[in-house]
Nanobody, 122 residues
Framework: QVQLVESGGGLVQAGGSLRLSCAAS????????VGWFRQVPGKEREFVAA?????????NYADSVKGRFTISRDNAKNTVYLQMNNLKPEDTAVYYC??????????????WGQGTQVTVSS
Protein backbone atom coordinates (compact mmCIF):
# COMPACT_ATOMS: atom_id res chain seq x y z
CA GLN A 1 0.00 0.00 0.00
CA VAL A 2 1.37 3.37 -1.02
CA GLN A 3 1.28 6.14 1.55
CA LEU A 4 2.49 9.70 1.23
CA VAL A 5 2.85 11.87 4.29
CA GLU A 6 3.43 15.61 4.05
CA SER A 7 4.95 17.63 6.85
CA GLY A 8 6.54 20.99 7.45
CA GLY A 9 3.55 23.26 7.04
CA GLY A 10 2.76 26.03 9.47
CA LEU A 11 2.30 29.73 9.99
CA VAL A 12 4.94 32.10 8.67
CA GLN A 13 5.16 35.81 8.00
CA ALA A 14 5.36 37.16 4.48
CA GLY A 15 8.92 36.96 3.22
CA GLY A 16 9.66 33.92 5.34
CA SER A 17 10.49 30.35 4.37
CA LEU A 18 9.19 26.86 4.94
CA ARG A 19 10.33 23.47 3.75
CA LEU A 20 7.68 20.86 3.09
CA SER A 21 8.53 17.17 3.08
CA CYS A 22 6.77 14.31 1.36
CA ALA A 23 7.78 10.94 2.74
CA ALA A 24 6.66 7.77 1.02
CA SER A 25 6.13 4.17 1.95
CA UNK A 26 5.16 1.39 -0.40
CA UNK A 27 6.62 3.14 -3.44
CA UNK A 28 10.14 4.13 -4.40
CA UNK A 29 9.73 7.80 -5.23
CA UNK A 30 12.85 7.93 -7.39
CA UNK A 31 11.05 5.81 -9.99
CA UNK A 32 8.15 8.24 -10.35
CA UNK A 33 7.37 11.85 -10.84
CA VAL A 34 6.45 13.62 -7.62
CA GLY A 35 4.30 16.69 -7.77
CA TRP A 36 3.19 19.34 -5.32
CA PHE A 37 -0.24 20.89 -5.60
CA ARG A 38 -2.11 23.35 -3.43
CA GLN A 39 -5.71 24.20 -2.77
CA VAL A 40 -7.59 26.97 -1.03
CA PRO A 41 -11.23 26.61 0.02
CA GLY A 42 -13.62 27.23 -2.82
CA LYS A 43 -10.96 26.90 -5.52
CA GLU A 44 -9.64 24.07 -7.60
CA ARG A 45 -6.41 22.37 -6.68
CA GLU A 46 -3.54 23.90 -8.63
CA PHE A 47 -0.16 22.65 -9.74
CA VAL A 48 2.86 24.03 -7.89
CA ALA A 49 5.91 21.97 -8.87
CA ALA A 50 7.02 18.57 -10.08
CA UNK A 51 10.23 16.58 -10.28
CA UNK A 52 10.66 13.78 -12.74
CA UNK A 53 11.99 10.35 -11.85
CA UNK A 54 15.51 10.13 -10.59
CA UNK A 55 17.43 9.48 -13.83
CA UNK A 56 16.09 12.70 -15.32
CA UNK A 57 15.19 14.86 -12.31
CA UNK A 58 13.69 17.40 -14.65
CA UNK A 59 11.67 19.95 -12.73
CA ASN A 60 8.74 22.15 -13.58
CA TYR A 61 7.19 25.03 -11.66
CA ALA A 62 4.07 27.08 -11.82
CA ASP A 63 4.81 30.64 -12.92
CA SER A 64 3.52 31.94 -9.61
CA VAL A 65 6.25 30.18 -7.64
CA LYS A 66 9.13 30.13 -10.12
CA GLY A 67 12.27 31.58 -8.57
CA ARG A 68 10.90 31.23 -5.03
CA PHE A 69 10.18 27.51 -4.64
CA THR A 70 12.55 24.61 -5.23
CA ILE A 71 11.60 20.96 -5.47
CA SER A 72 14.22 18.32 -4.71
CA ARG A 73 14.51 14.71 -3.71
CA ASP A 74 16.53 12.61 -1.29
CA ASN A 75 16.44 9.11 -2.69
CA ALA A 76 18.07 7.59 0.37
CA LYS A 77 15.22 8.90 2.52
CA ASN A 78 12.56 8.26 -0.14
CA THR A 79 11.47 11.85 0.42
CA VAL A 80 10.77 14.84 -1.78
CA TYR A 81 11.02 18.39 -0.52
CA LEU A 82 9.52 21.70 -1.47
CA GLN A 83 11.63 24.60 -0.28
CA MET A 84 9.50 27.72 -0.23
CA ASN A 85 11.22 31.07 0.09
CA ASN A 86 9.94 34.63 0.03
CA LEU A 87 6.47 33.41 0.86
CA LYS A 88 3.50 35.61 0.08
CA PRO A 89 -0.01 35.67 1.59
CA GLU A 90 -1.34 34.28 -1.68
CA ASP A 91 0.72 31.13 -1.07
CA THR A 92 -1.63 30.27 1.79
CA ALA A 93 -3.20 26.90 1.01
CA VAL A 94 -3.23 23.23 1.83
CA TYR A 95 -0.29 21.67 0.05
CA TYR A 96 -0.45 18.12 -1.26
CA CYS A 97 2.21 15.85 -2.69
CA UNK A 98 1.40 13.15 -5.19
CA UNK A 99 3.16 10.56 -7.34
CA UNK A 100 2.43 9.61 -10.91
CA UNK A 101 3.37 10.73 -14.38
CA UNK A 102 5.17 13.94 -15.27
CA UNK A 103 2.40 16.46 -15.75
CA UNK A 104 0.83 19.60 -14.33
CA UNK A 105 -2.55 17.86 -14.34
CA UNK A 106 -3.70 16.22 -11.14
CA UNK A 107 -5.35 13.45 -13.16
CA UNK A 108 -1.86 12.17 -13.99
CA UNK A 109 -1.12 11.42 -10.34
CA UNK A 110 -2.45 8.29 -8.69
CA UNK A 111 -1.39 8.54 -5.04
CA TRP A 112 -1.88 11.58 -2.84
CA GLY A 113 -0.95 12.63 0.65
CA GLN A 114 -3.36 14.07 3.16
CA GLY A 115 -2.08 17.62 2.84
CA THR A 116 -0.34 20.11 5.09
CA GLN A 117 -1.55 23.63 5.81
CA VAL A 118 0.63 26.60 4.95
CA THR A 119 -0.50 29.99 6.19
CA VAL A 120 1.38 33.16 5.30
CA SER A 121 0.47 36.27 7.25
CA SER A 122 0.93 39.75 5.85
Amino acid sequence: QVQLVESGGGLVQAGGSLRLSCAASGRTLSRYTVGWFRQVPGKEREFVAAIRWSYSSTTNYADSVKGRFTISRDNAKNTVYLQMNNLKPEDTAVYYCATGSYSIREESYDYWGQGTQVTVSS
